[in-house]
T-cell receptor, first 113, second 114 residues
Framework: EAQVTQNPRYLITVTGKKLTVTCSQN?????MSWYRQDPGLGLRQIYY???????DKGDVPEGYKVSRKEKRNFPLILESPSPNQTSLYFC????????????FGEGSWLTVV | GENVEQHPSTLSVQEGDSAVIKCTYS??????FPWYKQELGKGPQLIID?????GEKKDQRIAVTLNKTAKHFSLHITETQPEDSAVYFC?????????????FGQGTILTVHP
């Protein structure tokens, strides 16, 4: 089954404690991306990757890092989480090419206290 | 960059009624406009999309219309059912490059009352 898998799905952590949200897709997609969803703001792109070893900032990259060492994996790293990073995070992937359907994971609820 | 505004933020209808959600975009170069449905506890899923060379597209009870001159597009759901209750997002993309970044609207919470 074609899917984007994120882990963990739910996490409560403390300010400053580094954490990683993993993302894996089994569709051999070149393009992967991370979004955060906040009430009234919709989905905002954090980082994206066009292919292995190619990453770039989205609209709200501050406080986040990513890496793309393998085609299928695109982890999101919060080096020093702060409460304003409490949000619902989505990983997504699609084939390269404008207008192709983008597939989302099921989301990761992150709370930073 | 592109800016997408979506209205209304919440919409409540009776089962069987129609629902309309509207979006406007700022960048006239945008040429791909998908709509996503997000059910509780799940990620957004594509339900319909339209490209700028088409004015209207329909898929069963769902239709999307596009007015490029006015830079707005709308989602129309007819004969609504309780299972249509969800959050709906519109998005716009400039498809002239292989990147095709999607910019999303703020979302509409649709509630269909039985």
């Amino acid at each position: 089954e074609a899917q984007v898998t994120q882990n963990p799905r739910y996490l409560i952590t403390v300010t400053g404690k580094k954490l990683t949200v993993t993302c894996s897709q089994n569709m051999n997609h070149e393009y992967m991306s991370w979004y955060r969803q906040d009430p009234g703001l919709g989905l905002r792109q954090i980082y994206y990757s066009m292919n292995v070893e190619v990453t770039d900032k989205g609209d709200v990259p501050e406080g986040y890092k990513v890496s793309r060492k393998e085609k299928r994996n695109f982890p999101l790293i919060l080096e020093s989480p702060s409460p304003n990073q409490t949000s619902l995070y989505f990983c997504a992937s699609r084939p390269t090419g404008a207008g192709n359907t983008i597939y989302f994971g099921e989301g990761s609820w992150l709370t930073v206290v | 960059g592109e800016n997408v505004e979506q209205h209304p933020s919440t919409l409540s209808v009776q089962e069987g009624d129609s629902a309309v959600i509207k979006c406007t975009y700022s960048d006239s170069a945008s040429n791909y406009f998908p709509w996503y449905k997000q059910e509780l506890g799940k990620g957004p899923q594509l339900i319909i999309d339209i490209r700028s060379n088409v004015g209207e597209k329909k898929d069963q009870r769902i239709a999307v219309t596009l007015n490029k001159t006015a830079k707005h597009f709308s989602l129309h759901i007819t004969e609504t059912q309780p299972e249509d209750s969800a959050v709906y997002f519109c998005a716009a993309s400039i498809g002239s490059t292989s990147y095709g970044k999607l910019t999303f609207g703020q979302g509409t919470i649709l509630t269909v009352h039985p």
